[in-house]
């Protein structure tokens, strides 16, 4: 159960498109299509942004997508504006029962 | 409105035990499985445990394995979490979530093992 990797860190000036990576093995986010996105803010409880690598749930931007390749599963966000400030997690169906969460990654609006 | 409720957090000295409650609202806990997911000051998310919706299911992170116990009443609306022997590396803010998605989140808990 070792935990997904993503950078530390990740920034863009507003209005360009980021990507955060977070990379698995096959036995979690390369044999499922169950890996989720968390945005948190400080001191706030995660929010809910994309699951089943791609989907969106109502009331999300479509600023922010989801995809993946291999073992390794991404966040992008496009048109990037002040308030997506924020550490973002992702998380695998990691079988047998368990899940994993990825290191985590700041993001930073410059 | 959805809403979850975490409470039993505190001060608890190593070797001992805590009981976390999160009472639910807005939804029919019967419907879902639950989790719990930890976070350490400064730290990442890490999943704890989860429950099937009528509780006949559980499984748990290899780290509170044997330690922790979930469970649920969902009559009371209310997911628990039995935690035994506890480490100093169990202090965090304990969540609960819902589903396997994680889709909706309480405000969290915050455990200290400390002596």
């Known amino acids: 159960q070792s935990a997904l990797t993503q950078p530390a860190s990740v920034s863009g000036s507003p209005g360009q498109s980021i990507t955060i990576s977070c990379t698995g093995t096959?036995?979690?986010?390369?044999?499922?299509?169950?890996v989720s996105w968390y945005q948190q803010h400080p001191g706030k409880a995660p929010k809910f942004m994309i699951y089943?690598?791609?989907k969106r749930p109502s009331g999300v931007s479509n600023r922010f997508s989801g995809s993946k390749s291999g073992n390794t599963a991404s966040l992008t966000i496009s048109g990037l504006q002040a308030e997506d400030e924020s550490d973002y997690y992702c998380?695998?169906?990691?079988?047998?029962?368990?899940?994993?969460f990825g290191t985590g990654t700041k993001v930073t609006v410059l | 409105e959805v809403q979850l409720v975490e409470s039993g957090g505190g001060l608890v000295q190593p070797g001992g035990s805590l009981r976390l409650s999160c009472v639910v609202s807005?939804?029919?806990?019967?419907?879902?499985?639950m989790h719990w997911v930890r976070q350490a000051p400064g730290k990442g998310l890490v999943w704890v445990s989860r429950?099937?919706?009528?509780?006949?299911?559980?499984s748990y992170a290899d780290s509170v394995k044997g330690r922790f116990t979930i469970s649920r009443d969902n009559a009371k609306n209310t997911l628990y979490l039995q935690m035994n022997s506890l480490r100093a590396e169990d202090t965090a803010v304990y969540y609960c979530?819902?589903?396997?998605?994680?889709?909706?989140w309480g405000q969290g808990t915050m455990v200290t093992v400390s002596s």
């Open positions: 979530t819902r589903s396997d998605y994680y889709d909706a």
């Open positions: 807005g939804f029919t806990l019967s419907s879902y499985w």
């Open positions: 429950i099937k919706n009528d509780g006949s299911s559980t």
């Open positions: 096959s036995s979690d986010v390369g044999s499922y299509n169950l």
């Open positions: 089943e690598v791609n």
């Open positions: 998380c695998s169906y990691a079988g047998s029962s368990t899940f994993v």
